[in-house]
């Protein structure tokens, strides 16, 4: 969205599947680092270890790994593969350990970004329902924020509401697009460790 004119959705797709073809190694690396730490942190805390298959998950479980996902997993690996990507258009090797530092450097004022985010965001919401979508798009690059342009607290939602202004639909159907991408692959994906777990009678298939 920084773009003078902003950028077209299928090149903003050819682009990002370019990055991932031509760093799929060091985005797994990064990613998977995250997800497995957070995921075997989470899975010894609520048992799902040693737990039978239960097509249902209870309300506390999904309410914790709905708080780890925003406040932690989805941080910080949008402020890692922020530095990677800084690194890609500066046409230099992006490297999976200077992202990570830079992504674990920055986590402090990366999650109280995030938090103030989120109570604007619930405070919109409850106002009108209108106010909490405007403020969910234009203040939804905070990490980018942080990490690109080294703004803290109340300074990143305004960086990121600088960079949307003027673009906020544009903005907002690129991200329903990505979104809608992801939330197709991971529901194949879903389905399918669903189906093993029930096959084996083991949270643990769901937890990888």
Do not use: K
């Amino acid at each position: 969205v920084t773009g003078a004119g902003g950028v077209g959705l299928a090149p903003l797709f050819s682009r990002t599947g370019g990055i991932y073809r031509g760093h799929l190694g060091m985005i797994l690396a990064i990613s998977g680092g995250v997800v497995t730490i957070v995921d075997l942190i989470l899975g010894i805390g609520l048992g799902d270890l040693d737990a039978r298959y239960s097509a249902r998950t209870p309300a506390g479980e999904q309410a914790a790994s709905f708080a780890a996902s925003v406040l932690v997993t989805t941080p910080l690996i949008t402020a890692m593969l922020a530095r990677a990507v800084l690194d890609i258009v500066a046409d230099e090797e992006p490297s999976a350990g200077r992202s990570v530092r830079a992504g674990l450097d920055v986590f402090a004022p990366l999650l109280l970004a995030v938090i103030l985010w989120i109570v604007a965001l619930a405070a919109g919401t409850v106002a009108l329902i209108l106010p909490g979508l405007y403020i969910a798009v234009s203040w939804y690059f905070v990490a980018q924020a942080v990490v690109v342009d080294d703004r803290r607290g109340l300074a990143a939602l305004m960086r990121s509401g600088e960079l949307v202004r003027g673009r906020w639909l544009r903005t907002a159907l690129t991200g329903v697009a990505f979104q809608t991408a992801v939330v197709a692959l991971g529901s194949v994906a879903g389905y399918a460790f669903d189906a093993g777990a029930r096959a084996a009678d083991a949270r643990a298939v769901l937890l990888v």
